[in-house]
Nanobody, 124 residues
Framework: VQLQASGGGLVQAGGSLRLSCATSGLTFSRYSMAWFRQAPGQEREFVAAIRWTSSTHYADSVKGRFTISRDNAKNTVYLQMNNLEPEDTAVYYC???????????????????WGQGTLVTVSS
């Protein structure tokens, strides 16, 4: 199983970025997928998730600004990030799990598979 995150970069506050996570080696349509982020010196935190049912869940800090989506034909999950803030600066990781339950969807330790991370830097 491989997860390959991409799309990070440097953007000014108020700008937008779209992250992608291409997967292989798994039955993507049956997996719940998520994005987490980790800023320097901080713990990895939940950003957004999309279950195999396509239901979506967001951290309060990104609700209304970020949108998670999936394309089962391309085995890829996306994170559209709008109105970015300096506080969004972090390494963003995609994660996937086939059997994660709803109550665990925000817990990084409950995901089996992880991508390598992509750096997002938002300047003020």
């Amino acid at each position: 199983v491989q997860l390959q995150a991409s799309g990070g970069g440097l953007v000014q506050a108020g700008g937008s970025l779209r992250l992608s996570c291409a997967t292989s080696g798994l039955t993507f349509s049956r997996y719940s997928m998520a994005w987490f982020r980790q800023a320097p010196g901080q713990e990895r935190e939940f950003v957004a998730a999309i279950r195999w049912t396509s239901s979506t869940h967001y951290a309060d800090s990104v609700k209304g600004r970020f949108t998670i989506s999936r394309d089962n034909a391309k085995n890829t999950v996306y994170l559209q990030m709008n109105n970015l803030e300096p506080e969004d600066t972090a390494v963003y990781y995609c994660a996937g799990d086939r059997e994660i339950i709803l109550s665990s969807i925000r817990r990084p330790n409950d995901y089996d598979y992880w991508g390598q991370g992509t750096l997002v830097t938002v300047s003020s």
